[in-house]
């Protein structure tokens, strides 16, 4: 019961930084299938940031390392609603050149 | 590059909830493999924690469903350390009745 899916989708970007939390609000505001309740965030110095949606289907996690052009997101969502449009959304405007999703089904 | 592992645990609990906050913080301090940076709570109305822990490492999220006394955790560490020692130490004191433990190597 309680099945869930989890979306990891780890990748390598080209060009600027691109600007995850503006994508991620507006995906997630126009696919309109996830709710945020809470946001948060945690600046690593000198660089790196980690945003953390709370949704009332559970979370998405973000984490860049602008170093290595490199992000990691994870989206979890619990019930009927995937996290799928929303990530594909938000992923439309990123120049990715290299990528590794995965999909995972929760539950006990 | 950038290999990472996450663990997924999602579980029943048996009695009481269990002090999820506290058994987490300790078994970080006493396994000393993981650097917390910062920690955020989000308490749902009438029940229900997300609670987050930013690592050095990554990440720690927890839900918690009291309602179905079902706990849901995400331990995601970059780099060499893994996760594994301190779940284990965080869920001595638990009394598990059902689980469901993934463990996804990420990367790309």
Redesign the interface.
């Known amino acids: 019961?309680?099945k869930?899916t989890?979306i990891?989708f780890?990748?390598?970007y080209e060009g600027e930084m691109p600007h995850i939390e503006q994508l991620m609000d507006k995906a997630i505001e126009s696919v309109g299938e996830l709710t945020i309740?809470?946001k948060?965030h945690?600046y690593?110095n000198p660089q790196g940031l980690?945003l953390?949606y709370?949704l009332a289907e559970?979370?998405i996690?973000i984490?860049t390392?602008e170093e290595?052009n490199?992000i990691?997101i994870?989206m979890?969502t619990c019930g009927e609603v995937s996290p799928k449009n929303t990530l594909d959304k938000f992923l439309e405007k990123i120049k990715i050149t290299?990528?590794?999703k995965?999909i995972?089904t929760?539950?006990?």
């Open positions: 019961m309680i869930s989890h990891i780890d990748f390598f309740v809470d948060f945690h690593f980690s953390v709370i559970s979370h996690s984490h390392w290595y490199y990691s994870d979890y290299k990528h590794n995965q995972i929760r539950g006990v």
